[in-house]
């Protein structure tokens, strides 16, 4: 199948777009690809909905606005990369993976009730994406695992496991988005995967309310500062790094314990770099989890960009930590060439979550399938 998959992933910055070929099991080939950046007034609206999602309507107008920005741009995308793909003398695409934006994620967590209900948000009108583009929409991945009480989350290492079927192994695939998951994958079909904490979700928080910036470019104001022992000791007494997994995060699920363990006091340089020091510190608490130790960690994500994360995480783990690009891949369309492979599993019936990966009570399929030219 020809697929175009879609990511807005957590830390709100645009829509990634790529299109795959591929049967939900292997990947062929790996066409064009195209970043679309959100506006700052949606990417604004987008945190304020974050906050507003636990009391926040379905059918409230702001939510619905926002709903068709953010498909808007995603029908962009589409578009771009059909373009891009005729261009190349590539077939047309028949399907769309579209993950939407996810607003609320709270799966069942230890010490639950009984009769508690895990819950996953995500936003994106898909009969508005299949009508705009004349592409069948494939969606909503995540809400029949959270209902059978699974976490939902990371829904992306089965589709790891596609690409990297010629890749020595152990091996982690380490995304650094708003939120760091991992997917470790063993010599023998073995997956493994969660959410190690918080990552660019935090900092870029951090970069905007000290300097009114969007992120930390290239790692400065990281560079430039010293991790708080204190502060850093503080955070990692949170309770969600001492679950075992399966385990997943909201984008905001750590914003209290910044402000109990005194983050906001520190200098923009020394929070900064606190909070880097953090992500590389839970990604190594992490691993204790795994079967076994990977050969390397190859990382994806925003956060492979930045040279203070790579290096924090360097100076912490024992493997080597390389970009994804070592190994032929492209780490800025890697969750979106994910998706497609999510999306063909979707179309045929195949499993997309599995207890190893989400803790569903079974390898479970996922995800609605929408004809386009509606």
């Known amino acids: ?22 049967d ?39 939510l619905l606005d926002c709903e068709a920005r953010l498909t808007e741009r995603h029908a962009a995308a589409v578009l771009r990369v059909q373009q891009e793909a005729r261009r ?28 508690a209900r895990g819950h996953t948000w995500q936003i994106g009108d898909a009969r508005a994406l299949a009508q705009a583009t004349g592409l069948s929409v494939a969606f909503d991945f995540r809400s029949a695992d959270v209902a059978a009480g699974g976490q939902g989350a990371p829904l992306v290492p089965v589709a790891h496991a596609a690409l ?27 997956m493994q995967a969660f959410d190690t904490g918080p990552a660019n979700g935090p900092l870029d928080d951090w970069a905007k309310r000290s300097l009114g910036r969007d992120y930390d470019k290239d790692g400065n104001l990281a560079l430039a500062g010293q991790a708080d022992g204190a502060v850093l000791g503080r955070l990692m007494a949170h309770p969600y790094l001492a679950l075992s997994p399966p385990k997943s995060l909201d984008r905001l699920d750590f914003d209290r314990a910044l402000r109990d363990a005194g983050a906001h006091l520190l200098s923009p340089q020394d929070g900064a770099a606190t909070l880097v020091a953090f992500c590389a510190v839970c990604v190594a608490a992490a691993a204790r989890h795994f079967p076994e130790p990977p050969m390397q960690w190859l990382v994806a994500g925003g956060g492979r960009r930045n040279p203070a ?9 024992s493997e080597p930590v390389r970009p994804v690009e070592v190994a032929g891949w492209n780490g800025d369309a890697l969750e979106a060439q994910c998706f497609a492979v999510l999306a063909a599993r979707t179309a ?27």
């Open 1 to 22: 199948m020809r697929i175009i998959g879609l990511m807005s992933g957590t830390s709100l910055d645009g829509v990634d777009a790529a299109w795959v070929e591929t």
């Open 24 to 62: 939900g099991e292997r990947v062929g080939t790996l066409g064009p690809t195209v970043t679309l950046p959100y506006d700052p007034a949606l990417r604004r609206d987008l945190r304020r909905l974050l906050e507003m999602a636990p009391t926040i309507s379905p059918e409230d107008p702001f």
């Open 88 to 115: 190349a003398g590539l077939p047309e695409a028949e399907l769309t993976g579209f993950h939407g934006q996810t607003i609320l994620h709270r799966p069942l967590r230890p010490g639950d009730s009984r009769n």
């Open 164 to 190: 990297a079927h010629s890749l020595p192994k152990p091996l982690a695939v380490l995304n650094l988005g708003g939120v760091a998951n991992v997917t470790w994958l063993g010599t023998d079909g073995q």
């Open 309 to 317: 994360m790579m290096r924090a995480l360097s100076a912490t783990l």
């Open 348 to 374: 045929r019936g195949l499993p997309i979550s599995f207890p190893e990966t989400t803790g569903a009570p079974r390898p479970m399929t996922g995800g609605q399938v929408l004809g386009g030219l509606l």
